[in-house]
């Protein structure tokens, strides 16, 4: 089966020079950048309460009762938006046989060399680990945080509930922002991404490079596990 | 009879503390003073309290609170539990003594304990929000207050409450206003029976013992102080009959102390942990740049990408 690809099939592939593959919906942008913008201000006045060190970063929110006040707002806006990119993009992150064999292979990744990595589809293993963490991440920091959102819920949790509930939040944030480190980075060290975020698109070069899977599955027409 | 803290003069006095006896002060490091203040401490003998709640009115009037009209449910606390308004509140609790078989009216005056490990203070993460002066006085600036309710999932006693209003926390300032200017809480003031008496916590101790050798003599054998020294000891104790069995007066806690998960979340070595994770993540990101270098397309990819599109693999 060598049939030559019809391009004109696929219209989310543009030719061109670079040719360039469309690789988010407008709204899907829109919600990832409103889910970014939660975060991190999310961890801004989190970090504030965290520690004294980080006290000072409650006069972005004007002042600390207006950090407290805001915080858990901001929770919830960001966690329903989430949602929506979890919804949005859960069955593309199931985990695949070749999800193990990229990870055996992540030194060679990490050492910008993905020749004789498996092809990846939609998304890389790392992309995919990154995904399911964060979404436990905000589950239990959602939860966690009604726990000790003293003007509405925290009255209907004994006091020990609401001490685990702090320790439970505190150390999931932790994690949340190591692990959100790891997306930026990613994010700027691999070149030619941020476009993804910002236009919706990618080069082709991008994608034979990272993708090539999924760009190959776009080319072929064939309904791949892309959006 | 322990002697009462005279009456003022009319004369207008220095206060004998203030911010420069801070020995501890929430989320901020404090020198504290060379010289630490005499510890003062309020004693409330149990057996001593006819429960007429006069010190929660002069409490109330004191501080300038106004208790919302409440809801009569049937027992004798008025109001039903602490609020940002009431500070302090007389619990009741009938003991039918099975060694014994009287019934014993335990009526307990609740309140801060001032603590000399505040649990509080040492969860608060607003700087300054919650204080700790030399001579033992733990209070809250409410001006510093976020309204986080950590002090609450801090205090060994659940003490603290937040106001629905403005959105602080609110409890017992051992009348620190008072005792800056010699006088002693208002609530030791108004007590009709000297069961609530003040001084410093050497004569309180001292104080206690001539009580505990009373209440001996009288049969309670398993009388005692309680300075629960899980919490470092605390500035207002309580003389019980039954010292052995704290719960009996309404809950009162059987040997307090910050709670471990309170200790943990709080602890340098977490934070600084937490911290640090952070930081390496960031660390090995800008190493892994600086070793590796941006992953950049090549032009070859993008012909090969061409190439694909277009149909023509060679």
Excluded at chain 1, 21 to 41: E, K, P, Q
Excluded at chain 2, 274 to 302: K, P, Q, T
Aim: aromatic content about 10%; glycine content about 10%; proline content about 5%.
């Amino acid at each position: 089966m060598t049939a030559e690809p019809n391009v004109s099939k696929n219209p989310a592939i543009h030719r061109g020079d670079p040719v360039t593959v469309d690789r988010y919906s407008g709204l899907a942008r829109l919600n990832h950048w409103i889910t970014a913008v939660g975060l991190i201000l999310l961890a801004l006045s989190g970090l504030a309460l965290f520690h004294p060190a980080f006290f000072f970063l409650t006069v972005l929110f004007g002042g600390g009762q207006m950090a407290r006040f805001l915080h858990p707002w901001i929770g919830v806006i960001t966690a329903v938006s989430f949602a929506g990119l979890f919804l949005r993009f859960w069955r593309y992150n199931l985990w695949r046989g070749d999800d193990s064999r990229w990870m055996g292979r992540l030194s060679k990744v990490l050492a910008g060399d993905e020749e004789g990595v498996p092809e990846v589809g939609r998304y890389n293993a790392g992309q995919k680990v990154y995904f399911w963490v964060m979404s436990l991440c905000i589950a239990v920091l959602f939860f966690s945080g009604l726990v000790i959102w003293m003007e509405y819920f925290a009255d209907s949790f004994t006091i020990e509930q609401r001490r685990v509930g702090v320790l439970v939040h505190s150390t999931v944030a932790i994690l949340a922002i190591c692990t959100w480190i790891v997306h930026v980075y990613a994010a700027i060290w691999v070149r030619g991404t941020i476009s993804a975020m910002t236009r919706g698109n990618v080069t082709g070069g991008w994608a034979w490079r990272h993708h090539r899977k999924w760009l190959r599955d776009l080319a072929s027409g064939k309904p791949s596990d892309s959006e | 009879m322990f002697p009462p803290v005279p009456n003022p003069g009319t004369e207008a006095t220095d206060q004998t503390f203030g911010a420069g006896d801070l020995m501890r002060r929430s989320a901020s490091k404090v020198t504290p003073p060379a010289e630490r203040q005499t510890e003062v401490a309020k004693l409330i003998d149990v057996s001593k309290c006819i429960g007429c709640k006069a010190c929660q009115v002069a409490c109330l009037e004191w501080n300038e609170q106004v208790e919302e009209i409440g809801f009569n449910d049937g027992r004798y606390e008025n109001p039903p539990d602490l609020t940002e308004h009431s500070w302090t509140l007389m619990r009741y609790a009938e003991y039918e003594n099975p060694e014994t078989g009287n019934l014993e009216w335990l009526i307990r005056k609740d309140g801060c304990m001032h603590c000399e490990d505040p649990g509080c203070l040492k969860a608060c993460p607003a700087p300054g929000a919650i204080v700790q002066y030399s001579n033992g006085i733990v209070d809250f600036k409410q001006e510093n207050c976020i309204g986080c309710g950590y002090c609450i999932q801090g205090c060994p006693f659940n003490i603290p409450r937040l106001s629905k209003t403005d959105r602080k926390v609110y409890k017992c300032t051992l009348c620190v206003d008072r005792v800056a200017v010699g006088q002693g809480p208002a609530c030791a003031k108004a007590c009709p029976t000297q069961a609530i008496v003040f001084g410093t916590k050497a004569e309180m101790t001292e104080y206690a013992q001539t009580r505990i050798a009373d209440l001996n003599s009288r049969g309670y054998d398993k009388a005692g102080l309680y300075d629960p020294p899980g919490v470092g000891g605390t500035h207002v104790m309580y003389v019980l009959q039954h010292a052995d069995q704290p719960e009996l007066y309404s809950g009162l806690a059987n040997a307090p102390k910050i709670s471990g998960l309170v200790e943990t979340w709080k602890s340098g070595a977490a934070k600084y942990t937490g911290l640090a994770a952070v930081g390496i993540f960031a660390a090995a990101g800008f190493l892994h740049y600086l070793v590796n270098g941006a992953n950049r397309v090549s032009a070859e990819d993008e012909a090969k990408a061409r190439d694909l599109v277009e149909g023509d693999r060679t």
